[in-house]
DNA sequence: AAAAAGTGGTGATACGAATTACTACACGAG
DNA sequence: CTCGTGTAGTAATTCGTATCACCACTTTTT
């Protein structure tokens, strides 16, 4: 059936149906009709097709400048990380599900990761996301001068979160953390807290940063007091840390990552700190799925959602139904009331011990 | 730096270095010394790729060059499975880290998924695997007809497991089940066993009736007794059912599934009989990560390496390095003693109640 | 002195598909 | 009888890179 060495291309399609290579490419293009091709030839050419059992060359339709029904996906970490309870692959399903649905096939880049284990589209000497119509693209790690070669080269590609310096050049999808944030101070407000803390991660990111700009500004527009952010390690969220959150009348700490709502846990714990009873607390970022995170309160990146729309907005830009500056936010799930809870009332100073 | 709407060639860097385009693709190609291209040459050429920021076009190096760099990812079951408690992920984990070390990229056939969810390589016409130089294929739905028409076409593809009727056509990767029952069965013998009773899914796979096929082998092999295996759904296995091990003399139960292996713990403590004091368990399968796996004895399928020896054997096939009888069993860690331990003596007769 | 080998390149072409710009013919209207 | 309008195509060109077949000149070997 099949011819042996050689794969089919259009020129022997065309030969087998009698027909001219242009021809062929003119049905495989869906402009038979506009082209008056009558139905008895697309019939002869298309069986041509199948007892060759053609395929269109991916990379000669990209080199004319045709799509080839390839999405890329580059992240700039692992895409299947070892440490599996994995935060990317949430983001994988909801792309996976999306080109299922525009029947694209996706490309995950694993080329692009150097020998050190960094990625970078250009470090492995060929930009090979030309290979793909257009790419999705995730991580945390700052890369940015990439990102705005990229835009320049007019690569179409939407990002999956936001960087300041070169949000502008391309179109992405992120989480409405600005929503999220007012409606954490909100439901902290509504049941009473008078004064919150703001734990966050000694390594920051984009994401993170956003975080703490909301945060910050609601807690100001709805006036509810706030200590000074502060930035540890997990070890460093410890026993006294805690004592002095309650010495501060801080009555709910936000933690930027579930490695300090774990360390907060184990400190409250140690200093017999209840929580919620005696202090809320709120994590703004989920954790590994074997972890129970549903004993925190915890605002909810719809991580599945972003991942689906980032291929939609993908789509829209590649064919021309939006431009680089259109911008997505997505709503993050609010917390449940699992470690939020009314504060007790502040003890009078006349039964306060100091130490 | 970059240029405004194209993107540099290598005809724009030839221009700049007063040389042909020929000379720089020779140089690029690193075969700059057997065609006498002296140093100065070489370095007028770099400067001008770096001035121009060259990107080589990946989509004309493979148009040109025949081999694209990528391998074709095909799963029967989704790829990113929404429950995600993902038996699949495993496996591309270690796919996507040879591909790394392979420099390759993997394309995931999403557009292979058919309306109704099930996953054809030629449901949508034409073989959209021919996309990329070669594929892995893995799942356990039965589509031995394809399998054969892909091998007829001469596709270069690796399979992930076995099946029977078409496994003399490609090279596959599979786990040593034989082997692996072998260990089982000594290891039941050797601490004591004296009976053992099989329990299979009543849905059949070919993993499972490689695993069922090894253990009537060995159990024969070895001389020791079992009773007939039975193919029972997790409800079916029942304190009914284990009452009646016990009452057969039964001693240890391979169960083939986790599902099983759940079904019977349960079934077991309901029925006051102790695992693994009174009745020993082996699981021939592993479950999801979230489930505590380490408590039970089972075997454990090398899912990654799996992964990584597919990719390896794919690339060995495109290279010529290897023919389509070439197949590779991969040990399978035997069981822990979790579950398994030293039968009790088997009490009397005259001690036995008779209900 | 002629032949061979080395040096430093260049021009033309092929890869496979898409597109632009044609051609050749038939038919009806004016 | 000629003009216009479909109909049913085709030839030529393009995308960016790699490679093959050369070339012109110099140096070394026979």
Known sequence: MAKEGRTARQSDIARLAGVSQTTVSIILTG??????????????????????????????????????????????????????????????VG??????????????????????GTRSIYGSGANRLRLADGAVLLGVERNDDELERLASEGYPFVFIGRRDTVSSLMPYVVPDYD??????????????HGKLAYVGNRMRNNPQEDRLTAFTRHAELLEIPTTT???????????????????????????????????????????????????????????????????????????????????????????????????ELLPVTPPSFATIARPRPAPTSATRIDG
Chains 1, 2 share one sequence.
Not at 279 to 287: A, E, R
């Open 229 to 327: 952010p502060q930035f540890l390690s997990p070890a460093d969220l410890d026993t006294d840390r805690v004592a002095q959150f309650i010495k501060d009348d801080v009555t709910a700490v936000l933690v930027e990552s579930w490695e300090l709502a774990v360390a907060l846990s184990d400190a409250a714990a140690s200093a017999g700190i209840a929580i919620p009873g005696s202090l809320s607390m709120v994590c703004l970022d989920i954790g590994p799925r074997s972890l129970a995170v549903d004993n925190w309160s915890h605002i909810q990146v719809p991580r599945r959602e972003l991942g689906r729309r980032a291929v939609a907005l993908l789509m829209d830009l590649l064919d021309g139904r939006i431009t680089n500056d259109h911008h």
């Open 179 to 192: 929503s999220a944030l007012r409606d954490v101070v909100t439901q902290l407000k509504d049941v009473g």
């Open 95 to 116: 792309i996976e599900e999306k080109a299922v649905e525009m029947g694209v096939d996706l490309v995950l880049f694993a080329s692009t990761q150097g020998a050190d």
């Open 31 to 92: 402009r038979a009709r506009e082209n008056s091709i009558p139905q008895s030839t697309q019939d002869r050419v298309m069986a041509a097709i199948r007892e060759l059992g053609y395929v269109p060359n991916a990379a000669a339709r990209s080199l004319r400048g045709g799509r080839n029904g390839l999405i890329g996906v580059h992240t700039y970490e692992a895409v299947f990380p070892v440490t599996s309870e994995d935060y990317y692959n949430e983001f994988l």
